[in-house]
Nanobody
Framework: QVQLAESGGGLVQAGDSLRLSCAAS???????MGWFRQAPGKEREFVAV????????HYADFVRGRFTISRDNAKNTVYLQLNSLELEDTAVYYC???????????????????WGKGTLVTVSS
């Protein structure tokens, strides 16, 4: 059973940056992983995914080059660098992991099966 623990959220001002981390444990290999978010009163939405090797990534359109997903498999950790934060980026950010090396946009939630508890990012003006 894979367990995921997010960290790095907090209160920042518009235009600031944050780096979110997701530490994974309990797995036997490095699966594809992703970040999703849920804003107050809204449904959860996709942010970014990365393959198990880290060679392939995919982002939601709203990211517009502001966020970067990366991973360090030696540390079993995936990161989400958030730059140029906007008020609309306020949300709980969730880390997710799949059961395979690759993600698929043909599957619900890009094939993610395991979820963390989330970390809150609040952007103020």
């Amino acid at each position: 059973q894979v367990q995921l623990a997010e960290s790095g959220g907090g209160l920042v001002q518009a235009g600031d940056s944050l780096r979110l981390s997701c530490a994974a444990s309990g797995g036997t290999f490095s699966p594809a992983m992703g970040w999703f978010r849920q804003a107050p009163g809204k449904e959860r939405e996709f942010v970014a995914v990365i393959s198990g090797t880290g060679l392939h990534t995919h982002y939601a359109d709203f990211v517009r080059g502001r966020f970067t997903i990366s991973r360090d498999n030696a540390k079993n950790t995936v990161y989400l660098q958030l730059n140029s934060l906007e008020l609309e980026d306020t949300a709980v950010y969730y880390c997710a992991a799949s059961t395979g090396l690759y993600y698929s946009d043909q599957k619900r939630d890009y094939g993610m099966s395991y979820w963390g508890k989330g970390t809150l990012v609040t952007v103020s003006s």
